[in-house]
């Protein structure tokens, strides 16, 4: 059975849409009649019959969608003030009765293109435009993110362009399946299942695809450019990790055409202010690029193309001047795909998706009246290894991106086989990632998964039954956690003898939680007793360690070991943690609580007071904490006044 990849709806994978708003725009036969043809030009179609509805679906699109807004004259007039700013609003075109009334009021607004009271002069008026916007694309969405670095090091797992690399490169090394197609077109029919049109170009895909006619389809305005653009430029990583073969054909005409030569090239953009200002803070920097650039030899004809675009007040005219040297070691490749496109009379060079570039001088040509941006092929020096896979999906799971990761490592078990010998780490991720969403079943079952191909002498095996005890304690099945404890404490004893672990000391401080919520005070105190002992000699983290042993003392009624520990926890914070570190305000707590229980009430609002200074100043007011440790206060004032 093929899979079909369900996505929210057309929504999630259409840059452009069409959307009419008129009283009677369901209503007329003949405006229903418009319709068919209306989507035959646009495919992604919305009605409204209200100005309110309309101005809410507009604003819910995001700055990389681009609409084309038909409306009638009295609405038009009520709805374009409060929506022609929008970065999403491409066209405006106004369909009345009254032309030159409505002209009136709509040529205050640049993006209102013209006023018709013909059906067939708009539509092909919209058509027009819209063969204009797909031949030069200058007001395509061109995702851009920047660094400050040339060096993509694990210090900067946050970082915008480590990112996009990572995943760019996670996408190159994925194979292929042979269902790959397939599922890409049955996703296709299910999302254009409304358009006869689309569908007929859909089969003649599937029929007649192969790798190397995929430029062929995307630099037509097909379903493949718009599907795979708007899924780059949202970063749609469920579409990008289960279609990324359409990626990896694409780089592999690119490879086997790269250019030998240093050229000179360019391209045209359509800028917001705020974009435009951004890149030019960053003069000097490197930029990603996170879509394939099509660039041109012409530039008088990439200018001329840029002053006949129109423009709001918050946007600019950009050239973007590319010098690319095909000997940069480690650059994303570049080619001429001139003859291997939809319209091979245009001359396009074509870069890799990813390619890095650094700005080195933004300049305004008067003449002209664009900004001039000039850029230079670079590398990035990576200090991971893109062909491990395994290890890109976990640097993904580093980063915080646990769906994509979790997407990542669902792919590559389609594409390993049963014997694999990464088959277990993929496994033993995807538990881990089920444990984060609090999917506790499905994390079991992963690290069963695990457990069966698993050898007896794998070095991971110890951490499994550590992460299969931390699945039953959070599902307060405290016996089966505990059973998993031990199983990986007497494998960490016998790597790591006497000396012990870090990952010894966590586990015993799991135990010794579970052991003091069933009271078993005496276990607990061992095993955190143990584990403080273990960390001691690592210098890590006895801070809290401390604050478990002095939560025993005081669950045992021995106020004074109590207090001595939190003080000895509360000193090691002081150490290592910032003033306002919020562990510092718990343990400030836990000793207010035990003074409270031991009836000296002004040394407990002493302490409680010091701990709602540091809440207050890291939390808001309606935080748990905050509100709790005011409740404290409260509390012991009443019994100080009584």
């Known amino acids: 059975m093929t899979a079909t990849y369900t996505f929210v709806n057309n929504n999630d994978l259409e840059t452009v849409c069409l959307v009419w708003l008129d009283a009677s725009v369901n209503i007329s036969s003949e405006n229903i009649a418009t319709q068919k043809e209306l989507r035959s030009i646009i495919h992604h179609f919305k009605t409204f019959s209200n100005a309110p509805d309309c101005k809410q679906y507009i604003q ?4 990389y969608d681009r609409v084309f807004l038909i409306a009638s004259g009295r609405l038009g007039q009520e709805i374009v003030p409060h929506i022609h700013h929008y970065r999403q609003v491409f066209n405006i075109y106004v369909y009345c009765h009254d032309k030159e009334k409505n002209e009136e009021w709509a040529r205050k607004f640049i993006k209102v293109k013209t006023v018709q009271t013909r059906l067939d002069t708009l539509i092909n008026r919209i058509q027009s435009d819209y063969s204009k916007r797909c031949q030069f694309k200058l007001d395509e969405p061109f995702p851009i993110n920047i660094s400050k670095t040339n060096n993509l090091s694990d210090e900067l797992l946050h970082d915008d362009i480590f990112h996009s690399q990572l995943l760019i490169d996670c996408l190159l090394q994925m194979k292929t399946l042979s269902t790959d197609v397939t599922g890409f077109v049955n996703t296709c029919l299910q999302q254009y299942n409304n358009d006869p049109n689309q569908t007929s170009i859909i089969h003649e895909f599937k029929q007649k695809y192969s790798s190397d006619k995929i430029l062929w389809w995307y630099t037509q305005d097909s379903f493949v450019y718009r599907l795979l653009s708007k899924a780059m430029n949202v970063k749609n990583y469920n579409f990008l990790l289960n279609f990324g073969f359409l990626i990896r054909d694409i780089c592999g005409i690119i490879q086997k055409y790269q250019l030998k030569s240093s050229i000179e090239v360019y391209r045209g953009q359509i800028m917001s202010i705020d974009e435009f200002n951004t890149l030019k803070s960053s003069l000097g920097q490197n930029i990603s690029i996170n879509t394939f650039v099509s660039t041109d030899y012409d530039r008088k004809s990439i200018i001329s193309s840029l002053n006949e675009f129109p423009i709001t007040n918050d946007s600019l005219r950009v050239l973007f001047e590319i010098h690319a040297d095909p000997n940069v070691d480690n650059s994303r490749p570049f080619a001429n795909i001139t003859s291997l496109t939809y319209s091979p009379h245009q001359q396009q060079v074509l870069f890799m998706l990813g390619s890095v570039f650094q700005l080195t001088d933004i300049q305004q040509d008067k003449k002209y009246g664009i900004w001039i941006v000039k850029t230079v092929l670079k590398n990035l020096k990576k200090s991971y290894d893109e062909k491990d896979l395994v290890a890109c999906g976990r640097t993904l799971q580093k980063m915080g991106r646990n769906d994509e990761a979790e997407m990542f490592f669902l792919r590559l078990l389609k594409e390993m086989p049963s014997n694999h010998e990464d088959i277990s780490k993929c496994y033993s991720t995807l538990g881990y990632l089920s ?7 499905s994390s079991l079952n992963w690290y069963e998964n695990f457990l069966k191909v698993s050898k007896p002498d794998d070095p991971n095996l110890a951490d499994i039954y550590y992460s299969i005890g931390c699945v039953y304690q959070n599902m307060f099945e405290y016996n089966q956690a505990l059973q998993y404890y031990d199983r990986a404490l007497l494998i960490w004893k016998e790597i790591y003898g006497d000396e012990g672990a870090l990952e010894m000391a966590e ?12 009271q078993y005070y005496s276990k607990a105190l061992s095993c955190h007793q143990q584990a403080l002992s273990i960390r001691d000699k690592f210098h890590a983290d006895i801070g809290r360690s401390y604050n478990n042993i002095g939560n025993i003392y005081f669950a045992m009624g021995e106020y004074n070991s109590a207090i001595e520990n939190y003080n000895f926890a509360f000193q090691e914070k ?28 002004l040394e407990a609002l002493n302490y409680f007071k010091r701990a709602a200074s540091i809440y207050e ?26």
């Open 60 to 63: 819910q699109k995001s700055q």
């Open 574 to 601: 002081c150490n290592y943690a910032s003033p306002q570190d919020p562990s510092l305000a718990t343990t400030l707590r836990n000793i207010a609580l035990v003074f409270e229980e031991d009836k000296n009430f």
């Open 507 to 518: 586990c015993l401080n799991n135990m010794g939680c579970i052991y003091e919520k069933e």
């Open 617 to 642: 100043n890291l939390l808001p007011s309606t935080h748990i904490d905050n509100v709790e440790v005011q409740e404290d206060i409260r509390r012991i004032s009443s019994f100080i006044k009584s």
């Open 435 to 441: 444990f984060l969403k609090n999917n506790y079943d």
